[in-house]
């Protein structure tokens, strides 16, 4: 069935560092890709997504691009903000279900 | 246009008990579907519903648990005997259609603790 791997977290970093949040899935066919994000006591918000190889998905400076050749969705960000403490999750959508990664919570110190 | 709405936001219930969870999909939004968070877990796939029809329970446990989405009113999931290992954060979200590329939106959840 299908999966999703994501980089186990915490991950904490300083304001303005480099973020990279890996992701592996697997699936059959060719799944839509998802980054979602989960503020503290909030439900899940889509952040960005890609649905076909090669796509890349962008929304406040998050980036992740559609690798089919190694089915990965790698979530990145040159310079994080303490507003971006959260927990993300990547997730792939071949049919009406989504399946998620376990997330990985991201911690930005001033 | 207001979102995902679900409620209780936090629902305590004893070993024996009953919950029932309450989603009321955005406005024209006719296909709902509920997700379980249990800690330190991605969200899980339980159930996709259209109005008056269950389209997909696969994700449901086979006991217990059951849901409906009747012509009026709120998308329901129902817990009977709810045991501690049903402990979680329970999410539902609603799209207009069921299409691939149809975006989903997430209520911000129901934490249902079983003492």
């Known amino acids: 069935g299908d999966s999703v791997t994501q980089m186990e977290g915490p991950v904490t970093l300083s304001e303005e560092a480099f973020l990279t949040i890996n992701c592996t899935y697997t699936a059959t066919g060719y799944p839509s890709l998802f980054w979602y994000v989960q503020y503290p006591g909030e439900g899940l918000q889509l952040l960005l997504k890609a649905t076909k190889a090669d796509d890349k998905g962008s929304n406040k400076g998050f980036e992740a691009t559609y690798r089919k050749e190694t089915t990965s969705f790698h979530l990145e960000k040159g310079s994080v903000q303490v507003s971006d403490s959260a927990v993300y999750f990547c997730a792939l959508r071949g049919s009406y279900q989504l399946t998620f990664g376990k997330g990985t919570k991201l911690s930005v110190i001033p | ?115």
Not at chain 2, 2 to 7: F, I, P, T
Not at chain 2, 66 to 94: H, N
Request: proline share 6%; glycine share 10%; charged share 25%.
């Open chain 2, 1 to 115: 246009n207001a979102g995902v709405m679900q409620n209780p936001r936090h629902l305590v219930r004893r070993r024996g008990q009953e919950a029932r969870l309450r989603c009321s999909p955005m406005k024209g939004h006719s296909h709902v579907y509920w997700y379980r968070q249990l800690p330190e877990e991605g969200l899980k796939f339980m159930v996709y519903l259209q109005k008056e029809n269950i389209i997909d329970e696969s994700g449901m446990p086979k006991e217990r648990f059951s849901a409906e989405f009747p012509k009026e009113g709120p998308s329901i999931l129902r817990i009977q005997q709810v045991v501690r290992g049903d402990s979680a954060a329970y999410f539902c979200a609603s799209s207009p259609e069921g299409g691939l590329n149809e975006k989903l939106f997430f209520g911000s959840g129901t934490q249902l603790s079983v003492l």
